[in-house]
């Protein structure tokens, strides 16, 4: 069994140019080095029913040794404001609205200016019963206040303390927004504390944690999970009624001499600051990506999008378990040498060789063709999307349906074992955090397991199987990705004739959903060899690269669901969901779009009378059409399976598409995706509905372009059989030699 | 929010359907028969807890027996004892683990 963990890592950047460095950030807890390769991967899957895998060593400047260290990772989001003077006021009064999501999940703080090294300074959090507490510590002695009742998990409540430093009077107020139905879990409580406490020096004020150590920048813990809106902070103790009307009001007066600190999180919603509205200017900065542009303690469902009315979504949705850069120290830099073909690459690390648990750990990165500099008619989309969307997935481990979805036991693999252990990586834009709201981010900073060879069987190592057909057939083609693709648009598709995207393009941004519109119809030709894709909209962030961001919304085959308004994108303002929903189904761009999945197993196709056209004879030269088309394969011994599209007029296949073959006997494993039932019956699955299924369609489009789908993710996975000479190797490869061929496809202008 | 609650699954399990029994072991991976469909799902969905799982070995050739302990964080539960070669094997093997816990026959 190889050891896939023992060494981790990531590249940066994710994807690279000739010329450009990409650092590996690499930490081991065991090894104390490891050999290093530069590889090309032609195949990443180890299966030994299909090409093996397949990886070159091109030889860099820095394959041999290298040293490793641990390199520990800190998750948890938290909000930081380096400590200024105004912070320092022997008095205090400090108030917020909190949405608690994990209240019993162990002691949390909310707001504070405490050193948990030291235990001294100021926090307001709840203990591990879910109660508010104040607590106030400094060399003179401590004090804590309790509220009398826990609050509620996902429930409002405006809470507040004060503390004055003449007479040593604490306070402690908890009222909930809501007090119907058994909701008011409000109190206020009051106390005694030494007077005169000495504030630690050069201690951050923290929302959603506190400090362990001193500095700007420090570690934090007691991380808290829920949302938190309008913190304010004033240098007097202040009654309940005054601080909350600080609170509610969306801009205190700056000129209040009392106020330290009113904070705007609805501001620069892609950012990582949070702003001050007071004169003091205290900003801060943000940490792990905690969830922003949603609802705040004041939205009242008169808009769902933040960007019509931000007042409303001036909360930020901290969690303990938020992880979006590991901050690792680089281990390795190399430069790309110019001549080195774009591609799917990887450091491989290897240690313990001769060892019967050899370690053989992988960090994967991209080399792009640059743009502008095409190399090769062809170009194969790396997903980057996609493969960032399911980084680290945890639905397997987590939910407790994958079981009866996936309609088998589940086969885990070392890095999944690994996952389960070690949540601190961060998870997949799939699961849930441990508070069970959503992952919206999914960030490169940090290693990927299923992103690399030997990794689990979906997206990453099933388009290898691509890559590696191309190399025996001796197609040549450039590899460009999916955040270039967002980047620069269609000036980066149409320097090629013919571009493939693989077996699960899931995920689009506006900009490369319209660049591939915008290539189809400029004569370019598009090869979908997947399925379900082009599904979800999502954003890239504006400046930093290779972060991405979806809102699952209330649609579509989502393992979470989105909170109410709060499906709107922070990083561009732009709805999520699925683009189905946003007048764009995949149907529009590439005359399928996703109807089920079936993991039962995968089918063969059956040849349609289309495929008889004489306009496609070239697409089925050398196919008998009275045969089953792919009835084998890697993924369930079909061609048509795992998740599988189909031809809809209604959605937006063009009239002129010719549907050539269809899976639609599907059997009882194939289960409709939820957008397509809009009333229920017993009818809706596979063996009842010629609805699930998977169709293989061709059209042209505008200024001599076409289209090509297969609308199957098992497809890739069927290309390699027999030693790669089978029915859907001579299909693909058809298409692939006429789409290379510049002469228009006539006959379609009726 | 959107929660899947494992003892939401309440198809009620027949002790005395052994032909469910031998339906699966003729054909663990399937096809089923709509019945054998719904005792399958009851065992999949509600194995919260103590899910049993595989562990791959040596990809498409060796698993191990597993169980997934139901809490983030925590080590999956290992049974080196108990590795198959086949997935039909290990399917059926843990089928007949449910059927124990669920009717409280052992099968042979």
């Not at chain 1, 590899?479 to 393009?505: F, K």
């Amino acid at each position: 069994m190889r050891d896939t963990t023992a060494v981790l890592g990531y590249a940066w950047p994710l994807v690279v140019s000739p010329g450009e460095t990409v650092s590996f950030h690499l930490s081991s807890p065991t090894l104390d080095a490891a050999q290093v390769r530069i590889v090309r991967v032609r195949c990443a899957d180890p299966d030994p029913d299909g090409p093996g895998l397949k990886l070159s060593e091109p030889g860099s400047a820095i394959d041999g040794r290298v040293a490793l260290r641990d390199q520990p990772v800190h998750p948890g989001s938290a909000a930081i404001i380096a400590d200024r003077p105004a912070l320092n006021a022997p008095s205090l009064a400090a108030g917020c609205f909190i949405y608690p999501t994990a209240p019993l999940a162990g002691p949390q703080t909310v707001m504070s200016r405490w050193r948990a090294d030291l235990g001294q300074g100021w926090r307001l959090g709840l203990d591990q019963a879910g109660h508010l507490v104040f607590e106030v510590a400094g060399a003179a002695g401590a004090a804590t206040l309790t509220s009398a009742r826990p609050v509620l998990e996902r429930e409002w409540v405006f809470v507040g303390a004060s503390y004055d430093a003449a007479s040593g009077a604490i306070t402690l107020i908890q009222r909930s927004l809501d007090r119907l139905g058994g909701r008011d879990s409000s109190s206020l409580t009051t106390g005694q504390a030494p007077a005169s406490l000495a504030w630690p020096t050069e201690t951050a004020l923290v929302f959603a944690a506190h400090a362990f150590e001193s500095g700007a920048d420090p570690l934090t813990s007691g991380h808290f999970d829920g949302k938190i809106d309008r913190p304010r902070l004033f240098r007097e103790p202040l009654s309940e009624e005054t601080l909350r009307r600080a609170c509610e009001m969306l801009a205190p007066s700056p000129a209040d001499p009392a106020l330290v600190g009113a904070w705007d999180f609805s501001q620069e919603m892609a950012s990582d600051k949070v702003r001050d509205l007071s004169t003091n200017r205290l900003d801060g900065q943000l940490r792990h990506m905690p969830m922003r542009a949603i609802a705040g303690a004041n939205w009242d469902g008169s808009v769902v999008q933040w960007t019509e009315r931000p007042e409303l979504y001036g909360a930020i949705h901290f969690h303990s378990d938020d992880m979006a850069d590991c901050g690792w120290q680089p281990d390795l830099a190399l430069k790309i040498p110019a001549d080195w073909r774009s591609g799917f690459y990887a450091l491989k690390l290897t240690a313990r060789e001769s060892s019967d648990d050899p370690v053989e750990s992988y960090v994967s990165f991209f080399v792009r063709a640059p743009l502008g500099q095409a190399k090769a008619k062809l170009a194969l989309v790396a997903t980057t999307a996609t493969f960032l969307a399911y980084a680290n997935s945890a639905l397997r481990l987590d939910q407790v349906h994958a079981e009866a979805m996936l309609e088998g036991v589940i086969a885990l693999s070392r890095d999944d074992v690994y996952i389960q252990e070690h949540r601190e990586l961060g998870l997949s834009t799939y699961d849930t955090h441990s508070d069970g709201s959503g992952w919206c981010y999914s960030t490169a900073k940090r290693p990927i397991l299923n992103m690399r060879p030997l990794g689990n069987t979906f997206n990453y190592v099933n388009d290898t199987h691509i890559i590696d057909w191309l190399e025996e057939l001796g197609f040549d083609y450039d590899v460009i990705t999916d955040c270039d693709i967002d980047r620069h648009g269609a000036q980066l598709l149409e320097a090629y004739d013919c571009v493939i995207t693989p077996s699960h393009p899931e995920y689009y941004s506006r900009n490369m959903i319209d660049a591939f519109d915008a290539y189809q119809r400029g004569g370019g030709r598009h090869i979908y060899l997947g399925g379900n894709g082009f599904y979800w909209r999502i954003a890239w962030h504006p400046t930093q690269p290779f972060q991405m961001e979806i809102r699952r919304g209330m649609s579509g085959l989502r393992t979470w669901e989105g909170e109410p308004g709060e499906n709107g994108l922070s990083f561009n303002g732009e709805p999520s969901g699925l683009w189905r929903t946003h007048g764009r189904p995949p149907q529009r761009l590439v005359g399928v779009g996703f109807d089920a999945q079936v993991f039962t197993r995968s089918y063969p196709y059956e040849w349609l009378e289309d495929a008889r056209d004489p306009r496609v004879s070239w697409l089925v030269e050398g196919i008998d059409l009275a045969k089953p088309l792919g009835d084998f394969g890697l993924r369930g011994g079909g061609a048509a399976g795992l998740e599988v599209d189909r031809v809809e007029p209604t959605l937006g296949s063009p009239p002129h598409l010719l549907r050539l073959a269809t899976a639609d006997r599907l059997d009882y494993g194939g289960v409709p995706t939820l957008e397509e039932l809009r009333t229920l019956h017993r009818g809706t699955m596979g063996d009842q509905n010629a609805l699930v299924r998977a169709d293989i369609a061709f059209f042209p489009t505008a200024a001599g372009g076409a289209v090509f789908a297969t609308g199957s993710i098992a497809w890739c996975c069927a290309l390699t059989c027999n030693g790669y000479d089978n029915s859907v190797s001579r299909v693909t490869g058809n298409v692939l030699r006429r789409f290379l061929d510049p002469a228009p496809f006539e006959g379609f202008d009726d | 929010m959107l929660v899947n609650y494992p003892e939401a699954a309440h198809w009620q399990v027949d002790p005395s359907r052994q032909d469910l029994v031998d339906e699966m072991r003729a054909r663990p991976r399937g096809p089923h028969s709509h019945d054998l469909q719904r005792l399958l799902h009851r065992m999949r969905w509600t194995g919260v807890g103590k899910r049993h799982v595989l562990i791959t070995l040596d990809p498409g050739r060796r698993w191990m027996l597993a169980r997934l302990p139901g809490q983030r964080g925590a080590p999956v539960e290992t049974f080196p004892n108990r590795v198959f070669t086949s997935l039909i094997e290990a399917e059926w093997t843990v089928f007949a683990m449910r059927w124990e816990a669920l009717t409280g026959q052992k099968l042979d």
